[in-house]
């Protein structure tokens, strides 16, 4: 019984330690995992006995799970009582919701170019931390965030970019030329500015809360998920009506159409399939929101968790689905990845004492650091 109670007390975290960080990375680093490997069974090849869908029709389905599980549990849960202090925040958490809405779909798409899952995460996550730090640098310039990025952080993000260029850079004849593609730099130019503007404005939620206004982070999460399946479902109805409506003839929008007139065998294994990547989002916005973090910390910590499980998720791919095996400059990546992994895990310890220096730190384990007024607000 004793033995069972200490089990049942590591998983008994506090809101913004490090214990609740690491559970959060480990249900993320798992959903993404999943989504990883089901993403490349479901466009597979059928001569190789998978589905062989379009990824167009895979989006639509795996849309349409995550999209559900996520307005489910905000809807069950009540996520939609946002606790305001003026009101106001609903101003800029809604067009949050509207840029969730671009990255969902463009999320999938990324997967079903013809490259690796990891290349792909490494391509969006590094451009997520870029975003990150230029949000935080701006924000400390608007006095909107009181905190130090710390150097390790910094440093972080150097060997981030260092991961991104082993695969952006590293091109050989016959390999998928992701610059060289129109329809690869489009949809990562949308979804990076819709991240840009999302993570502004998360970072603007968390840095302005006044003093005894609580982080709701579920209500903001509930709020913006209600206002991202709004604009999903008029942008497809949209979509789906745009043949008779206004005349067009375009592949894409008759594969998204076809999805729905005539579902594939599979659909419904592919929507449930959905469900992992809309897990996904509650561990990616809590961990971009995690109390006390710069948005250039809880960037590297939310994507660098999804590089790895993009590591994962190759090998998977190539052990049970017969994929690629991981390249040279995959692995690479993956070296430069847990190098800022290592310097994150220092300022990591930094942050905590400061925080706990600080009282911001509702756990007895931080009580023997001495008082430090103001030591939070150290630039």
């Known amino acids: 019984?004793?033995?069972?109670?200490?089990?049942?007390?590591?998983?008994?975290t506090t809101e913004g330690s490090t214990g609740r960080l690491i559970q959060l990375c480990l249900g993320y680093f798992f959903f993404y995992v999943v989504t990883g490997v089901t993403v490349k069974y479901f466009l597979g090849s059928s001569t190789q006995g998978l589905p062989g869908m379009d990824g167009m029709e895979f989006l639509v389905y795996s849309?349409?799970?995550?999209?559900?599980?996520?307005?489910?549990?905000?809807?069950?849960?009540g996520w939609y009582r946002l606790k305001s202090s003026n009101g106001m925040e609903?101003?800029?958490?809604?067009?949050?919701?509207?840029?969730?809405?671009?990255?969902?779909?463009?999320t999938t798409l990324m997967y079903t170019l013809p490259i690796s899952v990891m290349v792909a995460m490494v391509i969006m996550r590094a451009s997520v931390i870029v975003i990150s730090r230029v949000v935080d640098s701006l924000?400390?310039?608007?006095?909107?965030?009181?905190?130090?990025?710390?150097?390790?952080?910094?440093?972080?993000?150097?060997?981030?970019l260092l991961a991104a260029g082993a695969n952006l850079l590293w091109v050989k004849k016959g390999d998928f030329d992701f610059l060289g593609s129109a329809a690869a730099v489009v949809i990562l130019g949308s979804y990076i500015l819709a991240y840009a503007l999302r993570i502004y404005i998360m970072n603007y939620y968390k840095n302005t809360r006044a003093k005894g206004i609580s982080l709701d982070n579920q209500g903001f999460f509930g709020i913006e998920q209600i206002a991202a399946t709004v604009t999903l479902l008029l942008v497809s109805v949209v979509l789906?009506?745009?043949?008779?409506?206004?005349?067009?003839?375009?592949?894409?929008?008759?594969?998204?159409?076809?999805?729905?007139?005539?579902?594939?065998?599979?659909?419904?294994?592919?929507?449930?399939?959905?469900?992992?990547?809309?897990?996904?989002?509650f561990f990616s916005v809590f961990i971009f929101m995690f109390k006390g973090r710069t948005a250039t910390f809880a960037g590297l910590v939310n994507r660098l968790t999804s590089l790895i499980a993009g590591t994962v998720s190759t090998l998977v791919v190539y052990l049970v689905l017969k994929g690629k095996f991981p390249k040279v400059q995959d692995w690479i990546s993956l070296a430069f990845i847990l190098t800022a992994v290592a310097f994150l895990s220092l300022a990591e310890r930094k942050r905590t004492a400061e925080l706990a220096a600080a009282r911001e730190l509702n756990d007895e384990r931080y009580s023997r650091y001495p008082v430090a007024p103001g030591v939070a607000g150290v630039r």
């Open 90 to 106: 609903y101003l800029y958490i809604i067009p949050s919701g509207i840029c969730t809405a671009v990255v969902i779909p463009t």
């Open 1 to 12: 019984m004793g033995l069972l109670l200490r089990r049942v007390n590591m998983w008994k």
């Open 63 to 77: 849309t349409l799970g995550g999209t559900a599980i996520c307005l489910s549990v905000v809807l069950a849960m």
């Open 240 to 281: 789906f009506f745009s043949p008779q409506w206004l005349g067009w003839d375009v592949p894409q929008i008759n594969l998204f159409v076809g999805a729905i007139t005539h579902p594939q065998p599979l659909w419904q294994w592919a929507v449930l399939s959905g469900v992992a990547y809309g897990m996904v989002a």
């Open 139 to 160: 924000q400390i310039r608007q006095g909107i965030l009181h905190k130090k990025v710390y150097r390790e952080e910094d440093i972080a993000v150097v060997f981030a």
